[in-house]
T-cell receptor, first 113, second 113 residues
Framework: GQQLNQSPQSMFIQEGEDVSMNCTSS?????WLWYKQEPGEGPVLLIA???AGELTSNGRLTAQFGITRKDSFLNISASIPSDVGIYFCAGRENAGNNRKLIWGLGTSLGVNP | DGGITQSPKYLFRKEGQNVTLSCEQNLNHDAMYWYRQDPGQGLRLIYY???????QKGDIAEGYSVSREKKESFPLTVTSAQKNPTAFYLC????????????FGPGTRLTVT
């Protein structure tokens, strides 16, 4: 099946640094989602984006729906050790009740205290 | 508390045996999903169901079967035909409406030897 191109694949930063990751698609999406997964657990939804150009924040996290509708990015400001995990982007091409998602391969984030 | 329950957290089976993974939700969600997660490969969709008594194959359905006899339950059977069954299995659900996104259970790690 189709997959999104998510980068970077992994990153290791110092506590307090800002982080940026992005996701691109070859097709147009009408929804972009960002999830975080901690080891051995299910993904948790962080931010949902529904309009091109939309910029949405959730605490220290900010995500944007690209104007071309083919990309999205997630920023984390002033990282802390509990930000460690795998961040997944996911997108949806269709409107309506079909919630089938296309997933990126994830960005693994490590934070050095 | 409302949520998704996947049991057990860890499951061990011998090669050649069928095994059924449980997924129960008390969120009154109509749609339910099963994903498989392998290291470095993100989430891959196995089966999904949008209403009771109906389900569709995802991208990697071969070697798996599901049933949806009740709204709350969507069990996944990993059959002996699945060549590489060892993986982390995630169940998700969502409600109807435009702003309902997939909510995940805690996952079951299946090891087949």
């Amino acid at each position: 099946g189709q997959q999104l191109n998510q980068s970077p694949q992994s990153m290791f930063i110092q506590e307090g640094e800002d982080v940026s990751m992005n996701c691109t698609s070859s097709s147009i999406f009408n929804t972009w989602l960002w999830y975080k997964q901690e080891p051995g657990e299910g993904p948790v939804l962080l931010i949902a984006l529904y309009k091109a150009g939309e910029l949405t924040s959730n605490g220290r996290l900010t995500a944007q729906f690209g104007i071309t509708r083919k990309d999205s990015f997630l920023n984390i400001s002033a990282s802390i050790p509990s930000d460690v995990g795998i961040y997944f982007c996911a997108g949806r091409e269709n409107a309506g009740n079909n919630r089938k998602l296309i997933w990126g391969l994830g960005t693994s984030l490590g934070v050095n205290p | 508390d409302g949520g998704i329950t996947q049991s057990p957290k860890y499951l061990f089976r011998k090669e050649g045996q069928n095994v059924t993974l449980s997924c129960e939700q008390n969120l009154n969600h109509d749609a339910m999903y099963w994903y498989r997660q392998d290291p470095g490969q993100g989430l891959r969709l196995i089966y999904y169901s949008q209403i009771v008594n109906d389900f569709q194959k995802g991208d990697i359905a071969e070697g798996y079967s599901v049933s949806r006899e009740k709204k709350e339950s969507f069990p996944l059977t990993v059959t002996s035909a699945q060549k590489n069954p060892t993986a982390f299995y995630l169940c998700a659900s969502h409600g109807q409406g435009l702003n309902y996104e997939q909510y995940f259970g805690p996952g079951t790690r299946l090891t087949v030897t």
